[in-house]
Every structure is written in structure tokens, then in C-alpha cells.
Antibody, heavy 119, light 110 residues
Framework: EVQLVESGGGLVKPGGSLRLSCAAS????????ISWVRQAPGKGLEWVSS????????HYADSLKGRFTISRDNAKNSLSLQMNSLRAEDTAVYYC????????????WGQGALVTVSS | QSALTQPASVSGSPGQSITISCTGT?????????VSWYQQHPGKPPKLIIY???SRPSGVSNRFSGSKSGNTASLTISGLQAEDEADYYC??????????FGGGTKLTVL
């Protein structure tokens, strides 16, 4: 069965950094694009970033203004999101989501990791 | 990257049908048939229920259907059931190779 398990969430002070990880299993990781999607408390979904299967294509939401960096390690079936210069408005549950093969729909989601930015 | 526009809430009685709209622009919904819909119950991750405007993943009830006209996509749920009460989100691919979600619609089954 497809599994995506996020880790690395927690409490961080404004201006700080945090690195999220997503461990994938149950499918051929090297053939799928993967994305990060976040959801602020009580709010809607917001796409953060996507990375193609071989890391050739990487895209970010304009609102991030270069503060976040997505990467993947196909040898370890893992995805990462390095988040710098964190702000209170970055507080959210961060989901790792698999792109449907050859498509742009998110067909499998992890349970999410909570990131809280607060002093 | 403005969010797609969805109604904040819709409601219907068991057995009825409801439709949720998702309005974008010629930079996203109007150009691509990569519109997807997600169902999210409280405290749970979203679940894909429609992809490519009108296709259903395996295991999703045929009570869920999708369509698109111009810059607006729609999700229709027929034969409403209590378990359909949830938040629903649309999403689209964009000409900038990014993705965009709608603001979400809360469905209440009366």
C-alpha cells in the first residue's frame, strides 16, 4: 500500500528554520512527482511546491519568495522541504502528496506534520 | 496565483443532489483539463475524488461527478448521504506550471 509519512514538524521561533521530511513506500518512488501542500489552522489548502521524479522540474508558490527549498533523494525514497526565515503565517499542517502518474492531481496524501511558528 | 473561487458553503438533504462551482481564469481552469477535486473530513488528510475534470479514481462512488465549462469547473454529488458532509476543494494546474486550490466549500447534509 502507498504510504507517505511526514516528520520534522514542531515549534520554531519567527526567523528560524525547519526541515520537513517525507518517507515514501509502497510504490516506485523514482517515477512520481511529489508535492508539498499546507493547511493553516481552520483554513483551506495551499500548494507549496512540487518536484519531478528526477528533480529536473521544481516549482514553488510565489508567496514563498525563495524561503523554501524542496529536494528529494531517490535512493532513500524520501522528500524534504527546507524552510527558512519562518513567519507566523507559515504555521500550518504540511502534507506530502504524490502526483498521479502523468497528471497533476494529488492521489495519495500523508497524514501531515504540524509546523508552529511562534515566539 | 490567485486562489480559485468556490462558495463557502452549500447544503442539501439526504437523497438530494448538490453542485459546487470552482471558478478560475484562462491561466488555469480555462486552459487545462487538469482540474481535480478533494474531499476532506475533519482532522483527516484530503482524499482525491475527481481528476482530469471528470474522471473518478478507483473506489470512489459514482455519486460524485465533475464537469467544466470555460473557466468554471463543477462537482456534483448525487444521492446525498450523511457521510458526504465534509469540506471540498478544487485544484488546477496553471500556465506557470504551478498548482492552485480553491478556498474550499463546506458541505452540510441537513
Amino acid at each position: 500500500e502507498v504510504q507517505l509519512v511526514e516528520s520534522g514538524g514542531g515549534l520554531v521561533k519567527p526567523g528560524g528554520s525547519l526541515r520537513l521530511s517525507c518517507a515514501a513506500s509502497g510504490f516506485t518512488f523514482t517515477t512520481y512527482s511529489i508535492s508539498w501542500v499546507r493547511q493553516a489552522p481552520g483554513k483551506g489548502l495551499e500548494w507549496v511546491s512540487s518536484i519531478s521524479s528526477t528533480s529536473t522540474y521544481i516549482h514553488y508558490a510565489d508567496s514563498l519568495k525563495g524561503r523554501f527549498t524542496i529536494s528529494r533523494d531517490n535512493a532513500k525514497n524520501s522528500l524534504s522541504l527546507q524552510m527558512n526565515s519562518l513567519r507566523a503565517e507559515d504555521t500550518a499542517v504540511y502534507y506530502c502528496a504524490r502526483d498521479r502518474y502523468g497528471d497533476y492531481a494529488f492521489d495519495w496524501w500523508g497524514q501531515g506534520a504540524l509546523v508552529t511558528v511562534s515566539s | 496565483q490567485s486562489a480559485l473561487t468556490q462558495p463557502a458553503s452549500v447544503s442539501g438533504s439526504p437523497g438530494q443532489s448538490i453542485t459546487i462551482s470552482c471558478t478560475g481564469t484562462s491561466s488555469d481552469v480555462g486552459t487545462y483539463d487538469y482540474v481535480s477535486w478533494y474531499q476532506q473530513h475533519p482532522g483527516k488528510p484530503p482524499k482525491l475524488i475527481i481528476y482530469d475534470v471528470s474522471s473518478r479514481p478507483s473506489g470512489v462512488s459514482n455519486r460524485f461527478s465533475g464537469s467544466k465549462s470555460g473557466n468554471t469547473a463543477s462537482l456534483t454529488i448525487s444521492g446525498l448521504q450523511a457521510e458526504d458532509e465534509a469540506d471540498y476543494y478544487c485544484s488546477s494546474y496553471t500556465i506557470s506550471s504551478t498548482r492552485v486550490f480553491g478556498g474550499g466549500t463546506k458541505l452540510t447534509v441537513l
